[in-house]
């Protein structure tokens, strides 16, 4: 995406949206075992289902990213607008871009880049990813986000709330696992930090210091437990390696680690690790094709 402004917005949110996917995957799968999922924008309603069971939950288009011309369009935009009604909730987009002077979420079309050599399909899925973690920075940690596949090589993102599914509240284990899996696409982990504190009650992000050339980022959560990634970056500012480690506080008993104050295992070097910044998904099929690309 050429615009800084649409980019620094989602790397707000980028380690909660991380997280809560792969928690939203494995919850579905807990109760689901293998499912598939359908969406019915007209109805705002996204629904997972196995061979005897079905969840649904309130979803509302946020935006669709075309294949041809290689653009997004906002869900509140007069194209998308005339193709599957009006919503408030896409409104909010544009009033949070306009309160705060972003750009991207006051257009209603903008164009994202294709670097020469990169597989679309690739693009289009981190763009519509992007969006979602928008989303989380607008609507804030109760929505979730889901991206789909709208036909002619086009994704869609809707913002998901309401479904009857409790996920597992947000641990700095499991987010240790989100930056060791989305270390690859972060541009300052210092920044995603501070989303994760924004979203989360009691939890406070450190201003970043330099240390033998890396740079060292903390995150505590709200029982004082910290979680601390030291990065080194290569000349690009790309980072090129990654460890973590946590340090005891006082965590809830029920979720008092076994060893407290061990620290979690040093991440392998991201270009050796084979980062992939879009998180795992279960077995999908099947969409109702509301647009096209």
């Known amino acids: 995406m050429n615009r800084p402004d649409f980019r620094r917005t989602a790397q707000h949110t980028a380690l909660f949206a991380v997280e809560r996917q792969v928690a939203l995957d494995a919850a579905l799968t807990e109760a689901l075992g293998e499912y598939r999922w359908d969406l019915d924008l007209a109805a705002h309603a996204l629904t997972f289902r196995s061979e005897d069971r079905a969840l649904s939950g309130r979803a509302d288009l946020l935006a669709s990213v075309a294949a041809r011309p290689a653009t997004l369009l906002w869900a509140w935009s007069s194209q998308l607008v005339d193709l599957v009604g009006p919503d408030p909730l896409a409104e909010r987009l544009r009033e949070h871009g306009t309160a705060h002077s972003l ?10 880049d294709l670097p020469e050599g990169q597989d679309q399909r690739e693009v289009i899925a981190e763009v519509a990813h992007e969006v979602g973690r928008i989303g989380l920075e607008v609507f804030g940690p109760e929505a979730l986000y889901y991206t ?3 036909g002619g ?21 499991s987010i240790a696992t989100a930056l060791g899996r989305s270390a690859a696409m972060l541009d300052d982990i210092g920044w995603a930090f501070d989303g994760l504190a924004r979203l989360l009650p009691g939890w406070q992000a450190q201003p970043g210091r330099a240390a033998d050339g890396a740079s060292v980022d903390v995150i505590a959560d709200a029982q004082g437990r910290r979680l601390s ?3 080194t970056l290569d000349e690009h500012g790309r980072i090129t390696r990654l460890s973590v480690t946590i340090e005891a506080g006082e965590p809830p008993m029920e979720e008092r680690p076994e060893a407290a104050g ?8 991201v270009e ?7 998180p795992r998904r279960g077995p999908f099929a099947g969409i109702r094709r509301l647009f096209g690309a």
């Open 103 to 112: 750009p991207a979420l006051t257009a209603e079309e903008i164009d994202y």
């Open 148 to 150: 789909f596949p709208a």
């Open 153 to 173: 090589g086009s994704r869609g993102c809707v913002l998901l709330r309401d479904l009857p599914l409790e996920l597992p509240p947000v641990r700095l284990e």
């Open 229 to 231: 990634a030291t990065s």
């Open 262 to 269: 061990a620290a979690v295992p040093a991440q392998a070097p």
């Open 272 to 278: 050796d690790q084979g980062v992939d910044p879009a």
